[in-house]
Structure formats: C-alpha cells, structure tokens
T-cell receptor
C-alpha cells in the first residue's frame, strides 16, 4: 500500500510562533486532505488539496503532487491550534480509501 | 450544515453484549465511512458505503456488522467484541467524487467504546 510519512512527529511552540508540517507520500494520489484532531477526538477537515496552494486564515497548505509531498503552514499559532495534525491521501487506484499518516502532535504553550 | 452526528458518545459493554453505534448526516452525501482509532494512532478505515451499498470492507471481523438503512444513516452493530476492540469509532461522510474518488470527508465526534 501507499506510505504516508509526516514530520516532525512532535512539535512544541510558544504562542505566536510559525510552523511548517510536512507530509511525504510514496505513490501518485488523486486526493490529499489535512485534518486537525482536537484533544477531545474531533477530526476537522482543514484542506482538500490534491495539488496547488490554498489558504484559510492563519493556515495555508501546498501540495506538489509531482514531487509527492504536501506542506501545512500555521502562522501566529494559538493555544487552540494544539492537537494532532493528520495528512491523508487517496491513491489513484485505491478507490475511496484514505490512508492516514501517523500525525504531528502540536502543543502550543501560552 | 456540515455536521455529522454520532450516538452514543461513550459506550461500555461486556464481551457477550450486543450494541449498536449510530451515525447521521443531512448534507446529502452519498458516501459514508466507519473508522477505528486506537490511542495515539491514526484512524483506520473499516467500511465504506457508496449509494447505500457496501463498497469496501477492510477485512473487518464479522463481530462488526455495518448497516446503511438510508442515505442519511449508518449503523455499526457490535456483537461478542473483545477487549482489544476498545477504541474511538469515527463515522465520516463525503460527496461521492465518482470513479472511486472520495471528496472532502467530514467526521463525526466519535463513539468512545470500552469492552470489558
């Protein structure tokens, strides 16, 4: 199956700092999504971004499909950004299967 | 409304019990999913329903039995579970992107299951 690697596995920031999370994947994909899971377990979809760049407030994401990676940028981080960030991909031949990476655990301290 | 609801929020059951998890969405999505998530691990796909038909079963043991009564509802029937089945069970829905492609997935808050 497709391999999805996220880095770093853990990240601790002070409030106001910026950060970049990375997702590498091993095969061609037709779907890539970024999710945030809060400490209570709720998964929120941040971006649907199989290619290109998108921005939503303090968050932005870029996927370079030809080089098989995606980046999630968080600017001016807030304590509410804490949680686990997952990248999930759907392989072109997998048919409706999202494969998740292991996630990046982000802690933002006040 | 981009909400997926799940009931119950928490469930404790014995290994001989039968229980059901319920998921509901009113976004008109035609694809619905069950995932299992163990602590500090990513979600793992269990089942996919597309247009109310089971399209993917990721070799899940038969003690888990999914059901899609209509396009808005998804159930997961549980019977004779094992303690290692304790996990967070997440439901999701999406527009069916066609040709086996999934669109943006929206997740419910999950049911935290403990099997004694």
């Amino acid at each position: 199956g497709i391999q999805v690697e996220q880095s770093p596995p853990d990240l601790i920031l002070q409030e106001g700092a910026n950060s970049t999370l990375r997702c590498n994947f091993s095969d061609s994909v037709n779907n890539l999504q970024w999710f945030h899971q809060n400490p209570w377990g709720q998964l929120i979809n941040l971006f649907y971004i199989p290619s290109g760049t998108k921005q939503n407030g303090r968050l932005s994401a870029t996927t370079v499909a030809t080089e098989r990676y995606s980046l999630l940028y968080i600017s001016s981080s807030q304590t509410t950004d804490s949680g686990v960030y997952f990248c999930a991909v759907e392989r072109e031949t997998s048919g409706s299967r999202l494969t998740f990476g292991e996630g990046t655990q982000l802690t933002v301290n006040p | 409304d981009t909400e997926v609801t799940q009931t119950p929020k928490h469930l404790v059951m014995g290994m001989t019990n039968k229980k059901s998890l319920k998921c509901e969405q009113h976004m008109g999505h035609r694809a619905m999913y069950w995932y299992k998530q163990k602590a500090k691990k990513p979600p793992e796909l269990m089942f996919v329903y597309s247009y109310e038909k089971l399209s993917i079963n990721e070799s899940v043991p038969s003690r888990f039995s999914p059901e899609c009564p209509n396009s808005s509802l998804l159930n997961l029937h549980l019977h004779a579970l094992q303690p290692e089945d304790s996990a967070l069970y997440l439901c999701a829905s999406s527009q069916d992107g066609g040709w086996g492609r999934t669109d943006t997935q929206y997740f419910g808050p999950g049911t935290r299951l403990t099997v004694l």
